[in-house]
């Protein structure tokens, strides 16, 4: 079987999976919105200094709300065996990944975009100015913070602490995407155009595409052990 | 101790850093605008350098491991990974040090201290991964595969650093521009050789406890099955 073809069924299992029992998104989302409560405590959420922080702002909400779905994604296979059974399965280890990223990518997609508008709310930012460039990014930074993320979550599967390891692995290795992000997502939310920012752009292309290579010749070791 | 060879390493790295202390605190000239705390800089650099060295030979030792499941390069992955640490920890505790002095702050988020401390922060993070991790095998791969993730992201963290504003100042070793006094440049090199001799020292020693680390934690499952 065609390995992409194998991926996007993988995908589409975990999405009706989650489609199914809503286990991960509500959980995520109204952690989400916690965290943007918070936020409103440490600072002056009224005051102009927020739009130049805002980008960061939404890339913490999501990244730690991420965390949470990521945490899910192969610790929601280990109840009977299915782990196991996704690895004996006649498709490579490479389409388990690929495919768990996808479903992850997406799943965080709609998460951020439903966040989106309630940032813009809360923080009164204008998010609408460059919507088109804003969504690129928003695949761009959630595909390099999921593809880590993923192949993390097959790491810590079987390790003690799993939803502690998670985290603290995991935000230190994303550092130059969420850096690139949040740039980014601070420059498009103060209505500049993106041409100055375009090395982060490049930087983020670049990262995506290290770290899929990477998770894609590393998971076979990883999940046959 | 057991064989006479053992005792090699640990007699020259104590002769190259008494050398070293001499040459940076006596011998190197003092240097123009900042004085004597400048020259904390010939162990802040290279135990920098030094942690680099060990974080790679801890990556290729991983990754030796996953071709060949043999545990020994496990150990030695673990014992580089691990002095590592400590080298960063070095380099970050006397990069504060300098920092008080000159620029008046204990630390500032500049993007070269930034990386230093994100750096670090992986590999606390490679290490308390490994305590979390029962069995051996698993252990093994799941740290190797990490170091991989962990190493590559390196140079990724230094690049985006350059791109924002840094108040460090840039590097003088290996760069085109000789702007170091040849004395200071002398030093620098004699001290990085110094901190390398002594990563080989604790790696010697850092070794020997993690295989018998491994003996006895096989010799414990023997029990328990027996």
């Not at chain 2, 800089?41 to 990754?63: D, N, R």
């Not at chain 2, 970050?92 to 500032?108: D, E, M």
Request: glycine content about 6%; proline content about 4%; hydrophobic content about 55%.
């Amino acid at each position: 079987m065609n390995v992409l073809r194998a991926a996007f069924a993988i995908a589409l299992k975990d999405l009706r999976v989650e489609r199914r029992n809503r286990e991960v998104i509500n959980a995520a989302f109204s952690f989400a919105l916690v965290v943007l409560l918070l936020f409103s405590f440490t600072f002056d959420p009224s005051g102009e200094e927020t739009r130049e922080m805002s980008g960061g702002l939404l890339w913490l909400v999501f990244s730690f709300a991420g965390v949470l779905v990521l945490n899910r994604s192969f610790a929601r296979e280990t109840s009977n065996d299915c782990l196991d059974a996704l690895v004996a399965a006649p498709v490579p280890g490479a389409a388990i990944f690929l495919g768990k990223a996808l479903a992850n990518a997406l799943l965080l997609l709609v998460l951020e975009l439903a966040c989106l508008p309630v940032f813009g709310i809360f923080y009164n930012v204008r998010w609408q100015v460059n919507f088109g460039w804003l969504l690129v990014v928003f695949v761009l930074g959630t595909w390099g913070f999921t593809v880590i993320g993923t192949v993390f979550s097959a790491l810590t599967v079987n390790v003690r602490l799993r939803e502690l390891m998670l985290p603290l692995l995991v935000f230190p290795v994303t550092v130059p995407a969420l850096m690139a992000s949040v740039q980014l997502t601070t420059a498009l939310f103060s209505g500049q155009p993106i041409a100055p920012e375009l090395l982060w752009l490049r930087l983020l292309v670049g990262f995506d595409l290290i770290f899929t290579l990477l998770g894609v010749a590393l998971v076979e070791t990883l999940l046959v052990g | 101790m057991k064989s006479r060879s053992e005792w090699v390493l640990p007699v020259l790295t104590a002769a190259m850093l008494v050398a070293a202390l001499y040459l940076a605190f006596v011998w190197a000239p003092t240097e123009k605008t900042m004085g004597h705390v400048q020259r904390i800089f010939y162990f802040h650099v290279p135990s920098f350098f030094t942690a680099v060295v060990a974080f790679l030979v801890g990556m290729v030792a991983g990754i030796r491991f996953l071709m060949s499941r043999d545990f020994r390069f496990d150990e030695l992955a673990v014992s580089s990974n691990e002095i590592g640490v400590i080298f960063t920890s070095v380099n970050l505790v006397t990069g504060s040090v300098w920092a008080k002095p000159i620029w008046g702050v204990w630390w500032t988020w500049d993007a070269r201290l930034t990386s230093a401390f994100v750096l670090w922060l992986m590999y606390v993070g490679y290490l308390i991964l490994r305590r979390s991790v029962d069995e051996p095998g698993l252990r093994g791969v799941v740290a190797a595969v990490f170091s991989i993730f962990a190493f590559v992201d390196v140079p990724i963290v230094y690049m985006s650093i350059r791109w924002w504003r840094t108040q460090h100042p840039q590097p003088v070793m290996f760069s085109t521009e000789g702007t170091l006094d040849p004395q200071m440049c002398l030093v620098l090199y004699f001290c990085l050789l110094a901190m390398l001799v002594l990563y080989l020292c604790l790696l010697q020693i850092r070794r020997r406890v993690e295989r018998l680390r491994h003996e006895t934690e096989g010799l414990r499952r023997l029990v328990h099955s027996a």
